[in-house]
Every structure is written in C-alpha cells, then in structure tokens.
C-alpha cells in the first residue's frame, strides 16, 4: 500500500469515524426526547477538530515511517486524488443545497448545521472510498 493510498484511507476512517462520534453523542444527549432540543455545537465543532487533528497527527507518522522514493506522489497519485476529490464534490453540494432549502423554509438551525454536517462527510466518505476503489481496480481510460 502506499503511502497515498494510506493517507486515502485516514481520510475515509477519520471522517467516517467523527460524523458517526457526533451522530452517536447528539442521540444520547436527546435521550429519546426531540432532537432539536440538544446542544449540538459543541460536539460538532469537536468532532470537526479531532477528526481534523488525528488526520494531520497520522499523516505525519505515515510521512515519517514511508519516507522512500516509491512513496513519492506520482502522476497516477495526482490522477487519482482528482478523481476522489470530484467524486465527493457531489456529497458537499447535496449538505449545501439541503441546508440552503431548510434555511428558506425557516427550519430549526440544528437541521440546517446538521445537513450541512452531513454533507461535509458524505464528501468526505465518497471521495475516500473513489480513491481507494481507484487504488485497488484502477482508473478508466476514455
């Protein structure tokens, strides 16, 4: 595995792992009573930060430990970040849109946060698993 298929792989367990945290947390502080009546903030922004901090913490112990020339960023590496990259933008615009729609509508700003919340890490979910799919099958050429 290289090392941009490791950093591809941080990228999907950080941001997987955080949103499924926040989502965790926001549960248990509604206790079965409304949603909207949590306070979501703070485990939000926290989930934000600590996925965030363990993603630049792990990406320098990967740079450290692959520090040969094989583990350079290649032309293949530049490609298939791209592709990862334009394959998560779908996730970001569907969270931006969603909450843009909930924002005209007058919703609850928890649903807005949170869509847009949700957007952030369906961009990141996509484009990890796009580069790591690309990684282990390969790019199409047209």
């Known amino acids: 595995m290289t090392a941009e298929e490791k950093r591809a792989t941080v990228q999907l367990v950080c941001v997987l792992g955080a949103y499924l945290g926040y989502v965790a ?9 409304p ?4 306070d979501y903030a703070a485990p939000l922004i926290g989930s934000i930060l600590i996925s965030i901090v363990v993603s ?9 430990v692959s520090s040969t020339s094989r ?3 290649d032309a293949r590496d530049r490609t298939i970040d791209r592709f990862g990259e334009h394959s998560g933008r ?3 615009i ?3 849109t969603l909450a843009l729609i909930l924002a005209m509508l007058r919703i609850d700003p928890f649903w807005i946060a949170n869509a847009l919340y949700l957007g952030f890490a369906l961009a ?3 484009a990890g698993l796009a580069k790591l799919v690309a990684y282990r099958r390969g790019l199409r050429t047209w």
């Not at 947390?25 to 009573?33: E, K, Q, S, T, Y």
């Not at 949603?35 to 949590?38: E, G, Q, R």
């Open 25 to 33: 947390i926001v549960l248990v502080r509604a206790g079965g009573g």
């Open 35 to 38: 949603l909207t009546a949590v």
């Open 56 to 64: 630049i913490v792990v990406n320098i112990v990967i740079n450290a």
């Open 71 to 73: 583990d350079r960023k």
């Open 90 to 92: 779908w996730g970001l």
């Open 94 to 96: 569907a969270g931006a």
């Open 124 to 126: 990141g979910v996509t």
